[in-house]
């Protein structure tokens, strides 16, 4: 089946610099990809919406300078969390729509848990 | 708007016993509707789905879930729980199959030995 993968799963950075988060999809192409924040024991907050060769699209609420997203390819997105600071601490979940299928299922990465000193 | 309202944010049902997760959605078209599964510390993984047809769909792990489109409800159920699913579930909607899933709030499971 379809597998979308993130990298990495933990990070731990320190106040003030950024961190990078990759999100594959290994055996199909995405031409849209989703990043999606959890708090602990809440639901998933969809924070932009990402397609490939264009900018991202973010709901609001979702500072755009803060984290930047670029598709720049079919199979990668990145989201980069710029001038982390604590309250940035999070769950970070992408996924990946599978563009030939027309089942509107996500497949979802692993997931990346970002903590911010 | 579409929505998704998830009764009960934890449930816990003893080994063996019948396990019984509520959604109800809302939605001006005509709805694909999701259950995903969510362990600690890992993404989602899909159990099954609904997008249109037989309305009782089976899903990985003995799991299964009705649309009831009168009721505006898509309950997973499993005849016998086991330890193993314990974890976090989610309901969710679409607008067809190129809309934005919208998410419950999550429901855990515990199972009691």
């Known amino acids: 089946g379809a597998v979308v993968s993130q990298h990495p799963s933990r990070v731990i950075c320190k106040s003030g610099t950024s961190v990078k988060i990759e999100c594959r999809s290994l055996d199909f192409q995405a031409t849209t990809m989703f990043w999606y924040r959890q708090f602990p024991k809440q639901s998933l907050m969809l924070m932009a919406t990402?397609?490939?060769?264009?900018?991202?699209?973010?709901e609001q609420g979702v500072e755009k300078d803060k984290f930047l997203i670029n598709h720049a390819s079919l199979t990668l997105s990145t989201l980069t969390v710029t001038s982390a600071h604590p309250e940035d601490s999070s769950f970070y979940i992408c996924?990946?729509?599978?563009?030939?299928?027309?089942?509107?299922?996500?497949?979802f990465g692993e997931g990346s848990r970002l903590t911010v000193l | 708007a579409q929505s998704v309202t998830q009764l009960g944010s934890h449930v816990s049902v003893s080994e063996g016993a019948l396990v019984l997760l509520r959604c109800n959605y809302s939605s001006s078209v005509p709805p694909y509707l999701f259950w995903y599964v969510q362990y600690p510390n890992q993404g989602l993984q899909l159990l099954l789905k609904y997008t249109t047809g037989a309305t009782l769909v089976k899903g990985i792990n003995g799991f299964e879930a009705e649309f009831k489109k009168s009721e505006t409800s898509f309950h997973l159920t499993k005849p016998s729980a086991h330890m193993s699913d314990a974890a976090e579930y989610f309901c969710a909607v679409s607008e067809g199959s190129q809309g934005n899933l919208i998410f419950g709030k999550g429901t855990k499971l515990s199972v009691k030995p």
């Open positions: 996924s990946a729509r599978f563009s030939r299928r027309n089942t509107g299922e996500l497949f």
């Open positions: 990402s397609n490939e060769g264009s900018k991202a699209t973010y």
